[in-house]
């Protein structure tokens, strides 16, 4: 995935500004950023869903929108909420979204996997946050993407699924696919990530590996977030 100069804004607002980075096949690459620092703009227009105001962006070597239609059978979205029908049962839809690709996941196994086999006749509007969360997981990576984006994979989730959603990560990146994640959890970002960019007012102020951005006396990578992120008592005026 490249993202060159891309310039997004919401009338006067600029949301993303001149923000050039890549993501490499294969890995594992975290966005972070405070509120407000253009990561779920910067991930969106790169789903197609958002149009570029200048920039370019490709994404296995095509245009978000231009080639929206070739582009979204190659790719799984996971949102931060929402993406099923209030009334739909779990397993339908989950089933369901099988269908539309040539060569799904094996269905019982991600359920099983993924400790959805409790709630497959639950209706989407009735199940636990957690529930929820595992679901979303499930349709962004049941139709074998090559580029899976993941918004907070693990928000609400108790520490075992929260374990397993991480090797299920693991395992699509050894398996190739390439994985975009979104996350406010640093723990999450430093166990999983080959490469991590942060951003802030839209610009990418820092780039590299966990153990590159910790290398100068931070202990952790929230440690390194903080320090970069929090504005000077100047800025605060």
Known sequence: MEVDELVVRYGAKTAVDRLSLTVDAGTVTSVLGPNGAGKTTTVE???????PDAGRVRVLGLDPRADHERLMPRIGV?????????????????????????????????VDR????????TP?????????????FALA?????????????????????RREIWQVVR???????????????????????????????????ASGTPAELTKNGADTLEEVFLRITTPSPRERR
């Not at 993406?83 to 196994?109: F, N």
């Not at 989407?124 to 979303?136: E, N, V």
């Not at 166990?191 to 839209?202: F, I, K, N, R």
Request: glycine share 12%; charged share 25%; with cysteine.
């Open 78 to 110: 996971m949102l931060q909420e929402g993406g099923a029908w209030s009334g739909v049962r779990a397993a339908e839809m989950l089933r369901y979204v099988a269908r539309l690709h040539a060569h799904p996941l094996d269905i019982d196994v991600l």
């Open 114 to 121: 993924l400790d959805l086999g409790s709630c497959g006749r």
């Open 45 to 51: 227009t790169c789903e197609g869903f958002r149009r």
């Open 171 to 205: 395992d699509l990146r050894d398996d190739g696919v390439t994985v975009v994640l979104t996350t406010h959890a640093m723990d999450e970002a430093e166990q999983l990530s080959d490469l991590v960019h942060v951003l802030s007012a839209g610009a990418l102020i």
């Open 141 to 161: 990576i049941v139709g074998r993407p090559e580029v899976a984006f993941l918004d907070e994979p693990t928000t609400g989730l108790d520490p075992h699924g």
């Open 124 to 136: 989407y509007r009735r199940l636990s946050g957690g529930q929820k969360q595992r679901l979303a």
